[in-house]
């Protein structure tokens, strides 16, 4: 039997849940997000803070050394709010890609799914009419060649004309299971 022809919305669903460029699009979106987030943070002064131990050979007692380091980033502002727009770009630019590339998949879903209508259609037109006829013909000519009336060329003739249909036919089943997949 023909595949069932799927709703287009849920058809569209499936496969923007299931593309790959879809979600890569996405993570490279959120991952410019990050980004952003991560350079705003480096705007802040970083405080450093450190403690060790110095152990010294023979009779000398152990030295301890502590320390504290704050960084003051006093050209961050410039520098850091270019690396922001810079992945604040990147971000968009990705979500722009990833619309993109949903609408192509939308496109090419509404497109296999035409396709595989007028696929489903072709094969019950064979089914119903002319694989039918064509078996009608063949056995009209076998009966007539029995009874002398045609040559066995005709007969060669109808049953050629019955493989192409049928061959005709195969390849309309292979091509709907192929849209079907795809």
Do not use: C
């Amino acid at each position: 039997p023909d595949p069932a022809l799927p709703e287009s919305d849920e058809a569209v669903r499936a496969a923007e849940s299931a593309s790959p460029e879809v979600k890569k699009a996405m993570l490279a979106g959120e991952q410019a997000d990050r980004r952003v987030a991560l350079a705003s943070r480096e705007r802040w002064p970083d405080v450093t803070i450190n403690a060790g131990i110095m152990p010294r050979g023979g009779n000398f007692p152990m030295m301890w050394q502590a320390g504290v380091a704050i960084n003051l980033p006093i050209w961050s502002a410039q520098k850091q709010s270019r690396v922001m727009a810079e992945n604040r770009a990147r971000g968009e630019s990705a979500r722009a890609g990833a619309e993109a590339i949903r609408q192509l998949l939308r496109q090419r879903v509404h497109e296999r799914l035409a396709v595989l209508g007028a696929l489903i259609e072709a094969n019950r037109l064979y089914r119903s009419g002319l694989l039918v006829e064509s078996e009608a013909t063949v056995s009209s000519t076998l009966a007539q060649y029995r009874v002398g009336r045609v040559s066995f060329a005709s007969v060669l003739e109808a049953l050629a004309g019955y493989l192409s249909d049928l061959n005709g036919f195969l390849d309309s089943l292979a091509t709907t299971q192929k849209v079907v997949i795809a």
